[in-house]
């Protein structure tokens, strides 16, 4: 019992341990549960990062500072500096577009100034002038949101690590830095208002002007510029060049005459848009530039044109590579419709394109090139402009993906190993057959490749493979991809269940040999139980009795053995070895019914008569015999 | 008491114990059958994905699927060519790792990048510490889509990655711990951006590798726009493809190992050769009586 006890303790250790054992097991995939992870917040980090913002700044190089700012407004940042480190984000960002706009007011300035354009370039030096005093304020205010970020650090506490303090000290710096660079712009203000009055006093003004003939007119019609450039005592400039703008657009030049005039015609751009500044500006050039300022004149064109419109009645939300969409609309304008030219453009390329109607309807095929990657792109339908009117456009988003047809597989519910197997198909897209699609097949272990017929059918004819199991479903994997371009691979399973005919036979011999076999063992056990418990041999040598009884112990032992075979017949309980004479009459007194008593009152006189140390009496033998015969007669022996 | 019934009273310990094992539940790191944080049974269903537990596996037509590759286990030379001819055949291989082999994947296709292996720290942009950096840098529009963060766990980087194939990057305050200390030091670590997924067109399939296969996780998955983001990765090649999920790449502890076991035996009980061996065992102890007598 110790053995056992100990030899199951031992199991259940094992088993007990076994589920840590398998989980403390070596492993180096490092993740932790988000749930659980320890939030941890580095004051350092956050110092050090606005010390590279400042740097940058500092470094004139304001985009990168602000794609860095952009960043850290997405920083994990505790709730209780939220709010200060939110106000530092945007401080930094406004000194950072202050300065970024500052230089670039004073290079135009400088720039003007070189192009002898004094009275621009006085504006926007005084533009400089202004930003640089709330880059000043704007300044003063991050000193001194950076003392209150520190002391939400806790930079000026006791507790203060050097390393906090150390990036406090470097972002204090780089503060400062950026106020040295505001005061560079402050001095190169200074100097370029310097050279703009120089220049002013030592060059002669000069004057042009501009006069448009006429000053409204429609898209493609000429138009004439003239004027006269004089200089600040109305003497002509003779000879000089005069150059054009449309808008912002150098568009030609000319030379003044004899009397310093100028005139130049125009035909009206096909730019739809009204009114247009239309510029003449004189910049002294060579030996001039140190004796004229420059001078510009400018006037509003009206441009007359009609307005076009673009109205779209149907147009698709999904498009697909190689497929033609039909896009459909109406054109409106002022200046007729009949003819437009509509154009569908994805991505810069030309997809399609349809001329309007009499009621400037239109309805364009539009193709995405076959190879087009799926995503989703903005469609830009466009009516082109025509002579006085003015062309229109509207975007579509859509996106290009594929179509997924259908797919039918087609197979017997049931097949058997090592026979043909046939399976059918077809393959469609909303009832139209899809031909000359490959189709692969995949079925334990075996595959194959077709394609479709017209009619979008298929089929293969399999082998089907043996399977070491008896039965069990297998899946037929069928992929189709379509050579059409805005078709897409589809994959479709079908599952057959494969008997094995072999095995199943194998099982069936096996479970019936199994059945004989326990049938044997049974009657063999049944056999030697027999054998072993026949009731002769139940009643031990102390009832045998041979031959003829001798005395009245034998006498009552040859009525009980007489009782006793009736009893075994009649009940069908066997008498064992093992037991005695009473627990076998235990066993059979309830199916004995009312001849129980007698049987019992017979099996007290031979036990009477077997283990009492006197020898029965007369009435006991006669007793034994009466009760024998009683039981012979009732029990039909 | 006699041998025979500490032999019937182990003999039923030992089932009990089997029957422990079956049922106690799989913490493997990105095992499909793992419901805790750490494993990927969210990922394969909301993917529909298909586990692979050999790259033998791997389909003879690779259009139309995709295969997630998570490599904490060496490839042998077999595997590496079974992986090139999938995506030189048209699979579109998305391949994730951090400390494991992907690099070995990634020169044996040729590429030019591959996973640094060290880990990628973002003091600042990150969900709860540095170690969870949050990635908000995309380059490609496509995989971007519905993607405003990706969260990160553990993750490394990948060098060398051209730079019209960078799909996302680690933001300027990131950093790489060389010295292993949590901090940034200046003169040892190496600061951000880093490079954390690439994407090349290969043959007539795509490779795209991420520096991190956490994000698939159960805990990951949901976080920020981790699922968008790999539902992009997902199906760059072909929209729905089918998802292929290898497991045959990572570690497995014991008691997976047992299950497994277990597996296979309960499989085997499928195979007459094997019922017929032990109905026969069966048989032999069951006339051991009739020999004997």
């Given amino acids: 019992m110790r053995k056992a006890t100990s030899a199951l303790l031992l199991v259940l250790l094992i088993a007990s341990s076994l589920p840590w054992a398998a989980s403390a097991g070596p492993r180096y995939t490092p993740h932790e549960n988000p749930e659980t992870a320890q939030s941890t917040f580095y004051a350092p980090s956050l110092l050090s990062s606005y010390s590279t913002v400042m740097w940058l700044i500092s470094n004139r190089d304001f985009s990168d500072a602000e794609s860095l700012l952009e960043q850290l407004k997405q920083a994990a940042i505790p709730d209780e500096i939220k709010s200060a480190v939110d106000l530092y984000n945007r401080l930094t960002s406004e000194v950072n577009e202050m300065l970024e706009n500052i230089e670039e007011l004073l290079q135009e300035a400088d720039s003007l100034i070189n192009q002898r354009l004094l009275d621009d370039a006085r504006a926007k ?151 247009r500044t239309m510029k003449a500006e004189y910049i002294p050039q060579g030996a001039d530039k140190n004796i004229y300022q420059a001078s510009l004149a400018s006037q509003d064109l009206v441009v007359l044109f009609h307005q076009s419109q673009i109205e779209l009645t149907d147009v698709p939300q999904e498009m697909y590579p190689g497929l033609a969409s039909t896009i459909s609309g109406r054109v409106t304008s002022t200046g007729g ?58 975007d579509i988003e859509m996106k290009v993906a594929r179509l997924i047809p259908e797919v039918a597989v087609h197979t017997p519910r049931i097949v058997f190993s090592s026979k043909s197997l046939r399976v059918d198909g077809s393959v469609s897209y909303a009832g139209t057959p899809i031909s000359g699609a490959i189709v692969n097949l995949s079925f334990g272990g075996i595959s194959g490749t077709t394609t479709t017929e017209a009619g979008g059918i298929f089929g293969f004819d399999l082998s089907v493979p043996w399977t070491p199991t008896i039965g069990g479903r297998q899946s037929i994997d069928v992929t189709v991809m379509p050579t059409e371009p805005w078709l897409g691979t589809v994959q479709a399973r079908a599952s057959v269940f494969v008997l094995s005919p072999f095995n199943i036979a194998l099982l069936s011999a096996a479970v019936i040999a199994i059945g004989v076999v326990l049938y044997w063992r049974r009657r063999h056990l049944d056999i030697l139980s027999a054998e072993e418990e026949s009731p002769t041999e139940a009643v031990e040598e102390q009832l045998i009795v041979e031959g003829e009884p001798r005395d009245s112990k034998e006498r009552v032992l040859a009525a009980y053995n007489q009782a006793m075979r009736l009893v075994q017949e009649r009940t069908g309980v066997l008498s064992k070895p093992q037991q005695t004479l009473r627990e076998y009459l235990n066993k059979t007194r309830d199916k004995l019914e009312q001849l129980g008593n007698s049987f019992a009152e017979l099996t007290s006189l031979v036990e009477k008569a077997l283990y009492s140390p006197s020898i029965p009496s007369d009435e006991d033998v006669v007793r034994a015999e009466q009760i024998a015969q009683s039981l012979r007669k009732e029990l039909g022996g | 008491m006699s041998w025979s019934r500490i032999l019937w009273i182990s003999g039923v310990v030992a089932v009990v114990l089997l029957l422990i094992i079956w049922v106690y539940p799989n913490r493997d790191d990105f095992n499909t059958t793992n419901n805790s944080w750490n494993g990927t049974e969210v990922f394969r269903a909301r993917f529909q994905a298909a586990t692979l537990d050999s790259l033998t596996d791997l389909p003879a037509q690779p259009v139309g699927t995709t295969l997630v590759l998570i490599s904490y286990i060496p490839f042998n030379a077999e595997e590496l060519e079974q992986i090139k001819d999938y995506v030189l055949s048209g699979g579109t291989l998305l391949i994730m790792d951090d400390y494991g082999f992907g690099s070995q994947v990634l020169e044996h296709l040729g590429l030019s990048y591959g996973f640094s292996g060290d880990l990628l720290l973002d003091p600042l942009i990150n969900y709860r510490n540095e170690q969870l950096p949050k990635i908000i840098d995309f380059s490609e529009p496509q995989l971007a889509q519905g993607v405003d963060a990706v969260l990160f766990n553990h993750a490394t980087f990948l060098t060398d990655v051209p730079e019209d194939q960078v799909i996302a990057s680690s933001s300027a305050l990131s950093f790489v711990d060389k010295d292993g200390d949590f901090a940034y030091d200046e003169e040892v670590d190496e600061n951000g951006p880093f490079v954390v997924a690439a994407s090349t067109k290969l043959g007539q399939g795509q490779v795209i590798a991420i520096a991190d296969p956490s994000i698939l996780i159960n805990g990951m998955i949901g976080m920020e726009d981790n699922e968008a983001f790999l539902r992009n990765a997902i199906g760059v090649g072909e929209p729905q493809p089918q998802v292929l999920l290898d497991q045959s790449h990572l570690s497995e502890s014991a008691l997976t190992m047992t299950k497994e076991g277990l597996g296979i035996a309960r499989n085997a009980f499928a195979y007459p050769p094997v019922v017929f061996g032990v109905v026969g065992v069966v048989l032999l102890l069951t006339w051991r009586p009739v020999w004997r007598r």
């Fill in chain 1, 337 to 394: 419709v009949v003819g437009r030219e509509v154009e569908a453009f994805i991505k810069g390329a030309i997809a399609g394109k349809d001329l309007t109607d009499v009621e400037g309807n239109f309805q364009l095929e539009a193709t995405l090139p076959s190879d087009i990657e799926l995503g989703s792109y903005t469609l830009e339908i466009v009516v082109k402009p025509r002579e006085k009117s003015a062309g229109a456009s509207q």
């Fill in chain 1, 125 to 275: 030096l005084a533009q400089a002038g202004v930003l640089l005093d709330a880059a000043e304020s704007k300044l003063r205010d991050l000193t001194q949101a950076t003392i209150t970020i520190g002391d939400h650090l806790g930079v000026f506490g006791s507790a203060a690590t050097d390393e906090l303090k150390e990036a406090y000290d470097t972002l204090a710096g780089m503060l400062s830095r950026v106020g040295q660079l505001r005061e560079d712009y402050e001095r190169l203000l200074q100097e370029l208002s310097q050279i703009a009055v120089e220049a002013e006093q030592q060059l002669t003004a000069t004057s042009i002007t501009l006069d448009l003939d006429p000053g409204e007119a429609w898209v493609g019609e000429n138009i004439n510029l003239s004027g006269r450039l004089t200089d600040k005592d109305g003497t002509p400039l003779v000879d000089k060049s005069i150059t054009f703008y449309i808008g912002e657009s150098s568009w030609t030049s000319t030379t003044t005459d004899g009397d310093g005039y100028y005139s130049e015609d125009l035909t009206v751009p096909a730019h739809y848009s009204s009114p």
